[in-house]
């Protein structure tokens, strides 16, 4: 499904009613409209943000968990990307991001970021700081520079709902009632099978947020791709999540 705002939902990057609770609601309407007792979530990235707080809510309608790149949404993972940490292994993207910003507003650049982004009376503007906020994403999901990654970046239709839809979501903190909100629910689902697939070398979602999610729910599989980052698309990665699928199709077609 896509998400309320991005891809063919519409209205496209509209952020009212979009809310994590919003979206948690709109799986469950899925299911409901499609009729399935018990489904197998899987998401990656911001996904696996939605599919824990999916599970955290919905713990008897989930008969699995595929999880990739783990987000916990938490302070300290979205300044390390956008604010400091991420800057130190890519400078030279993150000084194109940086930059956009004028100096005197860079001591928060999620937060001048959005302001721009928000702003529909300057549509140029507007365009301009989702391409530079969707550039630097882009240019880091990947161990290695992944050309058709970037040129994402360069659609200006996808870069304003992106970035829009991340911002709104960061300066609201997710809509969680607290910064450890997912750790503090793993009692809730813990008892869900579930597979964590981490790239060794994400920068976008580092790996210290699934080696914490890991020993709160020590029961999950754990499997770090050596040679990866972020992305769904590199190899290692994605042989892990059809492995995962594999292994989940057998289990509950008994």
């Known amino acids: 499904m896509d998400q309320r705002g991005a891809g063919r939902s519409t209205p496209h990057a509209c952020l009212e009613e979009n809310t994590t609770w919003d979206l948690v609601g709109d799986i469950e309407t899925l299911r409901k409209h499609l009729g399935v007792d018990k489904w197998l979530v899987f998401g990656g990235s911001w996904g696996s943000t939605l599919s824990l707080v999916y599970a955290a809510t919905h713990p008897d309608r989930v008969a699995g968990l595929i999880l990739r790149g783990i987000f916990l949404l938490r302070r300290k993972e979205v300044e390390w990307f956008y604010q400091k940490g991420a800057d130190s292994i890519f400078p030279d993207a993150f000084d194109k991001y940086r930059e956009f910003i004028p100096k005197d507003e860079q001591h928060d650049l999620v937060a001048a970021y959005h302001k721009r982004l928000m702003n529909d009376s ?6 301009a700081a989702a391409r530079h906020w969707t550039e630097w994403e882009m240019a880091t999901s990947y161990l290695l520079p992944n050309e058709d990654s970037l040129k994402r970046g360069e659609d200006d239709k996808f870069a304003l709902a992106f970035a829009r839809i991340e911002s709104h979501y960061f300066v609201n903190k997710g809509f969680l009632p607290s910064d ?45 791709v050596p040679d990866a980052g972020h992305s769904a698309n590199e190899r290692g990665i994605g042989e892990q999540l059809v492995a995962a699928m594999e292994s989940f199709k057998l289990k509950l077609s008994r």
């Open 180 to 224: 450890s909100f997912l750790l503090d629910s793993v009692p809730k689902f813990k008892h869900i099978p579930a597979v964590i697939v981490q790239g060794r070398y994400d920068v976008v979602c580092p790996i210290v947020s699934a080696w914490e999610l890991h020993k709160a729910w020590p029961e999950a599989e754990f499997k770090v």
């Open 122 to 127: 300057e549509p140029d503007q507007q365009v």
